[in-house]
């Protein structure tokens, strides 16, 4: 069973700071991995996608991937209240149909 | 405009009764895909499509069909032999960097 692993959360940051999202999965075959930021009652938008080792980063985003402790972060500079929603890890892993297995999603809250 | 769309926002349905979900997309993806997610619990796979007028089961195929006629559109029955049909239902279509999935707004079905 592929499984990613989030913390529920809530994760409250002050506005401003840096808010730090973790995600660790359990198929060392899995090839990408993919945020998703989802607001309550909407549906998932795609922040960013990472594939290989290190970090990528699009403006105040980063993910970081580092596929020896199967674990990959997201990071959001200068928070905004409006960065306040679920984000949602997923991961691609080898195999048929190119499905992605999600994570239960960690909820920030950034305060003001 | 590129996109997905999903029909009917919102949809109530009576026990015993089966209730057709749409989704069009108009983005020339291949990939078509149907989640369930659940309050507190991630996105849960149901059927997906690689091509027209094939697909396969997800996670929770049970209580569900769906059809592949046309590229562009990727039907969801949900029947009445699906014992907890309440959830929100979204639709994707996988583009071709890095195999990433696009959902559409979703439709939220309650069950009377």
């Known amino acids: 069973q592929k499984e990613v692993e989030q913390n529920s959360g809530p994760l409250s940051v002050p506005e401003g700071a840096i808010a730090s999202l973790n995600c660790t999965y359990s198929?060392?075959?899995?090839?990408?991995f993919f945020w998703y930021r989802q607001y309550s009652g909407k549906s998932p938008e795609l922040i960013m996608f990472?594939?290989s080792n290190g970090d990528k980063e699009d403006g105040r985003f980063t993910a970081q991937l580092n596929k020896a402790s199967q674990y990959v972060s997201l990071l959001i500079r200068d928070s905004q209240p409006s960065d306040s929603a679920t984000y949602l890890c997923?991961?691609?892993?080898w195999g048929g149909g190119n499905k992605l297995t999600f994570g239960t999603g960690t909820q920030l809250k950034v305060e003001l | 405009d590129g996109g997905i769309t999903q029909s009917p926002k919102y949809l109530f349905r009576k026990e015993g009764q089966n209730v057709t979900l749409s989704c069009e997309q108009n983005?020339?993806?291949?990939?078509m895909y149907w989640y369930r997610q659940d309050p507190g619990q991630g996105l849960r796979l149901i059927y997906y499509?690689?091509?027209?007028?094939?697909?396969q089961k997800g996670d929770i195929a049970e209580g569900y069909s769906v059809s592949r006629e046309k590229k562009e559109s990727f039907p969801l029955t949900v029947t009445s032999a699906q014992k907890n049909p309440t959830a929100f239902y979204l639709c994707?279509?996988?583009?071709?960097?890095?195999?990433?999935?696009?959902f559409g707004p979703g439709t939220r079905l309650t069950v009377l």
């Open positions: 994707a279509s996988r583009g071709t960097e890095a195999d990433t999935q696009y």
């Open positions: 983005l020339n993806h291949d990939a």
């Open positions: 499509s690689q091509i027209v007028n094939d697909f």
């Open positions: 198929d060392r075959g899995s090839q990408s």
């Open positions: 990472i594939y």
């Open positions: 997923a991961v691609k892993s």
